[in-house]
């Protein structure tokens, strides 16, 4: 069984609408989740993290937890082609300090 | 200008060669991490090091040895033991602590000739 499990798509979204990736995880003891995005040849950089129940938003990003599902998502508003991209989920390991990456949502934005 | 530098950017590996990929952060963090990403893949933790002079094996270390004599360099070398190297491999580093975000260098791409 996978610790950490994403569609691997691709997702394919018009320009401007909402893109949903979601993410499910394993480990119950994980308290802080971390969303990636990585373009294609290029390394991960982070887009949100989140560490309780809920919502957090950070500009057109919202990222969404809920722990008693073992679920995260990150919601993109307004999509842009420039998002165009992988983007990995991570919770962070129960003892800290340590990641376990998904195997990434491709997301493409067409004009 | 603050950040974490990997070098070089393409290494070419021949058959039972060992081969050393750089990795050096300025941003004062105390641990440093090595992934393995293979095409289509997410990534995998092959070594990480908390505090100087001390590192663990991650989930895919044979084959992959590590060394942490300063705080700012973590190289890895790729030994004539890994059967199957050709990968993208990326160096993360993070304050250590709980919570703490991991921040990437630029990656590099080795390919077996």
């Known amino acids: 069984q996978k610790e950490v499990e994403q569609n691997s798509g691709p997702l394919s979204v018009p320009e401007g609408a909402i893109a949903s990736l979601n993410c499910t995880y394993s480990d119950r003891g994980s308290q802080s989740f971390f969303w990636y995005r990585q373009y294609s040849g290029k390394s991960p950089e982070l887009i949100m993290s989140?560490?309780?129940?809920g919502d957090k938003e950070d500009g057109r990003f919202t990222a969404q937890l809920n722990k008693a599902s073992q679920y995260v998502s990150l919601l993109i508003r307004d999509s842009q082609p420039s998002d165009s991209a992988t983007y990995l989920c991570a919770p962070e390991h129960n003892a800290g300090n340590m990641l376990t990456f998904g195997g990434g949502t491709r997301l493409m934005v067409k004009p | 200008d603050g950040g974490i530098t990997q070098s070089p950017k393409y290494l070419f590996r021949k058959e039972g060669q060992n081969v050393t990929l750089s990795c050096e952060q300025n941003?004062?963090?105390?641990?440093m991490y090595w992934y393995r990403q293979d095409p289509g893949q997410g990534l995998r933790l092959i070594y990480y090091?908390?505090?100087?002079?001390?590192?663990q094996k991650g989930d895919i270390a044979e084959g992959y040895s590590v060394s942490r004599e300063k705080k700012e360099s973590f190289p890895l070398t790729v030994t004539s033991a890994q059967k199957n190297p050709t990968a993208f491999y990326l160096c993360a580093s993070s304050m250590g602590l709980p919570r703490g975000t991991q921040y990437f260098g630029p990656g590099t791409r080795l390919l077996v000739l």
């Open positions: 941003l004062n963090h105390d641990a």
């Open positions: 989140i560490y309780s129940n």
């Open positions: 090091s908390q505090i100087v002079n001390d590192f």
